[in-house]
Structures are given as structure tokens and as C-alpha cells.
């Protein structure tokens, strides 16, 4: 008798969860749209029309693309436009301009991106990761460890999904755009550096190729992964970025950032000056007021210190983060009268200073509170 073909559904050929996520065309430049459409036997023009559809039109039903031929339409769609992500649930506050999305990914990894609309503005804060591995104890993901990197797409996705309910008028305040984009969702951006690169590639490029955004509209934020920071200041894309910084000497660092240990407070933070100096970009430091923790005014004078040590030529503002406490943790958030003397500190030295908002508490969609626990 003959031996039966194995059939195996390909879900088994590889670990669960170890598969990559479906190609799509936000991964590929324009060009590699092109070839891939080519070589599919297709008139290498569709990958423009696909394009203008995703990133200009914001369509993402492919009945609704009706210049492409059906025949053809499947064909196109399946190769470079797979579904990605289902989103789970929204939660919204403060009115409806602050929503909350927890996605879930096409092996079952979860992620949260928020949207956020203020006056003039609109900013996505977006995943670049399913958890994060870099073992921060105040974050809420940082205590669940890595799942795994995310492709560019999946990354630009979560904007496009800010920008469709945006045009489509979903978001109080009328129809309107996305302007900012800040990587300080779930993940470290810098340890999954090749797809974050992609994604502000396509998040820039002129449409219809990518979104079209201003470089200068995206923050990238990173706990200090000092070679890929300088990897960053030579990419020659003008992107913001911000260094988490949370503490100014190495001692209370190590225990705030683990990854201090391999890169201290002096080596992130020079890291950060270079990125200043090279592409004339204000870098942002990132410090989440902890009571009693890191929030002493002699706190305020070493972080000047440490900071005015480059000079004074504005290459550097502070953004302190009112901290949100996760459930468990054993910080909480500092007093009102030691945030307005760490902030008086650092203005007496010349350093700018600004206390972020934090848009979204109540739906645990403020920072470091992504955690995509709830299935
Ligand atoms: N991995 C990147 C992006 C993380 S989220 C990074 O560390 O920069 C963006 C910011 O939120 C970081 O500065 C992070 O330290 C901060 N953050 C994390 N948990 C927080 C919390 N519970 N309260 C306030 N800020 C927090």
C-alpha cells in the first residue's frame, strides 16, 4: 500500500508563535512592491494602485479597491495586503479623544497602541514589541517578559488604524489626521531596530508609498541601547529621540533600568548628546517621578549636572512623567510640591523642563501601563 502524504497543517512546521508575520506591503519599499507584483506575472503598476489604496485612500476593504480588476484583486491582496491584527476591544476616555486598542496578532500575541487628540493634534503611541525585555520594575509590560519583535507593518498598521477612524470622523472633534507618532507603546524600539527603521520609512515616505508623515512628528523613545542610538544619529532621519533615563546616577539606574549595567548613565546619556549633535535634533530625557525614590532636589541638581556637563546649546529638554502606578508595584507617584521643586531645580540650571499629561490613566492606556493582560 502506499504511503499516505503527510499533511500536516503548516502551522506545524515551525514552534507556535515562532512563525514571522505574513508579508505585507508596509515591510517593502516601493521597489520591492514592484518586483514582488512583477514576479507574480502582474503589470507592475498595481503595486502603485495597492498603495495609494492603503496609504492614501486609508481603504483597507478590498471590495472597496474596484480599479483593480477581481481577478487580479485576490491575487494582489493576498500577497501584499494579508490581515494582520483583529482588534479586541477599545476603551476610551477623557470624551472619546483618548482610545485604547488591544490588538491581537496573527499567532495570538497581544499588543495595545492609544490614540490621543488634543487641540491641533493628533498622536498614536504605538507598540513595537509583544512585551519587552528589558525587565524595568515600574513598567507593567516590562514584567512579562519578550514575546517576540514585531514586523514594520504590524507597527505601521496600529497608526493606519488611528488614521481610518480619523478620516472616517469616529474620533470627536471631526474628521482629521494623524501628526505624531511616539514608540512608547509596548516594547523596546531599539532591540527590534531593523522593523522600526522600516516603519518610519514608511510612516514618512511621501504618500503614495508611505504615510507621508514629518520625521519630526515621531519619537523614538529607548532605555539606552547605546549602539543603536548611534546607529540611529547616522540613519540621516530626523526623527525625535527620547532616552529613559528615570534616575542620573548609576546606582539607583541599575535598579530602575536594568540595562544600565551594561550601559551606564554617562555612556546613554553622551549617547544621546551625539544624537543631539548630528542631526541637530532637541533630544528628550524621560524621568518618571518615583516618591521618595528618585525625586529628591539633590536628584534635580545631579540631573542637571549631568545633563549641562554637554553644554547649554538646548540640545537637551527633560519630560518628567507623573508616575502610573502598576497594580502591585511598590512606587507610586511623587508629591505635587517635590515635582515643582525638581522642575524649579531644573530650570534654575537652564534645562527645559515639562511635566507630561497623563492622557488615559483610567483605561490603564497611560504610560508604562500597556500590559495586553486581559485576553
Ligand atoms: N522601551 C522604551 C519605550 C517604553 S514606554 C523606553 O523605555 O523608553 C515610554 C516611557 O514610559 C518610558 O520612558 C518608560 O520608562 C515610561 N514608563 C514605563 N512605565 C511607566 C510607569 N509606570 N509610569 C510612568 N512612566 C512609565
Not at 519630526?216 to 540611529?232: A, C, E, H, K, Y
Not at 540613519?235 to 527620547?242: D, F, K, S
Amino acid at each position: 500500500m502506499p504511503e499516505q502524504p503527510l499533511s500536516l497543517p503548516l502551522v506545524f512546521d515551525e514552534p507556535r508563535g515562532r512563525r514571522k508575520p505574513p508579508r505585507h506591503l508596509a515591510d517593502l519599499s516601493a521597489e520591492e512592491r514592484r518586483a514582488l507584483v512583477v514576479e507574480a506575472g502582474l503589470p507592475g503598476f498595481r503595486a502603485r494602485q495597492l498603495s495609494t489604496h492603503y496609504f492614501s485612500r486609508l481603504v483597507d476593504d478590498p471590495a472597496a479597491m474596484t480599479d483593480l480588476p477581481a481577478a487580479q484583486r485576490e491575487q494582489l491582496v493576498s500577497a501584499l495586503l494579508p490581515h494582520l491584527m483583529t482588534p479586541l476591544r477599545t476603551l476610551e476616555a477623557d470624551r472619546g479623544t483618548t482610545r485604547k486598542t488591544l490588538w491581537r496578532l496573527f499567532d495570538g500575541a497581544l499588543v495595545e497602541s492609544v490614540l490621543m487628540r488634543y487641540p491641533g493634534r493628533v498622536t498614536m503611541c504605538v507598540s513595537s514589541q509583544a512585551g519587552c525585555g528589558m525587565a524595568c520594575p515600574f513598567c507593567a509590560t516590562g514584567q512579562g517578559g519578550l514575546q517576540r519583535n514585531m514586523s514594520s507593518a504590524e507597527i505601521v498598521e496600529q497608526v493606519l488604524a488611528g488614521a481610518r477612524s480619523l478620516s472616517r470622523g469616529e474620533v470627536p472633534g471631526g474628521p482629521g489626521r494623524v501628526s505624531n507618532v511616539v514608540f512608547m507603546g509596548m516594547g523596546e524600539p531599539m532591540a527590534n531596530y531593523k522593523a522600526v527603521i522600516g516603519a518610519v520609512r514608511r510612516l514618512t515616505e511621501p504618500a503614495p508609498d508611505g504615510l507621508g508623515m514629518s520625521a519630526r512628528g515621531i519619537t523614538v523613545s529607548t532605555v539606552g541601547l547605546v549602539p543603536r542610538m548611534r546607529q540611529l544619529a547616522e540613519e540621516g532621519i530626523p526623527v525625535t529621540l527620547a532616552l529613559s533615563l528615570h534616575a542620573p546616577d548609576d546606582e539607583l539606574r541599575n535598579e530602575l533600568v536594568p540595562v544600565n549595567t551594561r550601559w551606564s548613565v554617562h555612556e546613554a546619556v553622551e549617547a544621546a548628546w551625539n544624537y543631539a549633535r548630528t542631526t541637530k535634533r532637541r533630544v528628550s530625557i524621560e524621568y518618571a517621578m518615583m516618591r521618595d525614590i528618585n525625586d529628591q532636589a539633590w536628584r534635580a541638581d545631579l540631573l542637571a549636572d549631568v545633563l549641562t556637563s554637554y553644554g547649554d546649546w538646548g540640545w537637551v529638554h527633560v519630560n518628567l512623567i507623573p508616575l502610573n502606578p502598576t497594580p502591585g508595584s511598590r512606587w507610586t507617584a511623587s508629591r505635587r510640591e517635590d515635582e515643582r521643586e525638581f522642575v524649579r531645580r531644573l530650570e534654575a540650571r537652564g534645562v527645559p523642563t515639562t511635566v507630561r499629561d497623563t492622557r488615559g490613566s483610567e483605561i490603564d492606556g497611560a504610560c508604562g501601563q500597556l500590559a495586553a493582560l486581559d485576553t
